[in-house]
Structure formats: C-alpha cells, structure tokens
C-alpha cells in the first residue's frame, strides 16, 4: 500500500535495482557510444528510436487504473483508449495523467506494469476496496 513498504521487501526491491541499473549499462553505455557527443536533437531522437525498436522498453510504474477511477469512476466505456488524453478533459487537466495508448505507441513502450496505487491514509478504511477496483480494472 502506497509508502508502507516493510524493510525485507525494501532490500529485495533495491536488489532488483542494482541488477537491473548494472544490465542496463552493461547493454545501454555500449550502445551509448555509437552516436558520437555532438549529436543534433533530431540525430539523437533518431537513433533514440531505433534504439527502442530494438531494444524492448519495460515502463515499471503507472498509475492509469489510478486516473481511471478517479475521473470515470471506473467507467471504462466512458474512456476514450485510442484519443491523445492531452487533449481531452479531465485528463488534460491533470498533472498525473501522462499515459494513452498513441503515447505509449510512440514511446515504444514494450511492457507496461500497471500500478495499483492507495495513499497510506486510506489504510484502515478503504484501502482494499481502492486496490480491488483498480485491479478489477
């Protein structure tokens, strides 16, 4: 639940961490070295995304269920999956709302871990309920 994270979990998480951040720049820093330190934008955003056609991208954390049920009530006929969400209220409204499926497309996202977020202080009340329907989701 949100922050409430016990120490044995904490260690194995920062485990994970160190392995996955020391695969990275084994894979990634090679890869690095290919485009050269005076690279324009464009030259870089280029090899940026055939570097992502390639190489899976894995977005550990989102909170769209999150979004979800808090601006449709988790009404999913009421979502609008294929629309640019930065241009359809509330979601563009919002500071938290940064996920729809042309912007994952384009981002190559590969896999995606979907967040089941509850704040801490809904522990005790409705913490499960929260999590449930954002898992039902």
């Known amino acids: 639940m949100g922050g409430c994270i ?3 979990t904490k260690r194995w998480w920062i485990m994970l961490l160190v392995i996955g951040l020391a695969g990275a720049a084994g ?4 890869i690095a070295l290919k485009i050269h330190s ?4 464009e030259e870089r ?3 940026a995304s055939r570097l992502l056609q390639e190489v899976p991208l894995i977005d550990g954390h989102n909170d769209l269920p999150w979004n979800i049920r808090k601006f449709v009530h988790n009404k999913l006929s009421t979502f609008k999956f ?3 969400l930065r241009k359809v209220p509330p979601w563009s409204e919002s500071a938290w709302s940064h996920t729809d499926l042309p912007r994952l497309r ?3 996202i590969s896999a995606q871990f979907w967040a089941a977020y509850v704040p801490c202080e809904s522990a005790y009340k409705d913490a499960i309920q929260l999590t449930l329907e954002q898992i039902d989701v």
């Open 6 to 8: 016990n120490s044995q």
């Open 106 to 108: 384009a981002g190559h």
């Open 38 to 41: 005076g690279a324009s934008y």
């Open 27 to 30: 894979l990634g820093v090679p």
């Open 45 to 47: 955003l280029e090899f």
């Open 82 to 84: 294929s629309e640019d």
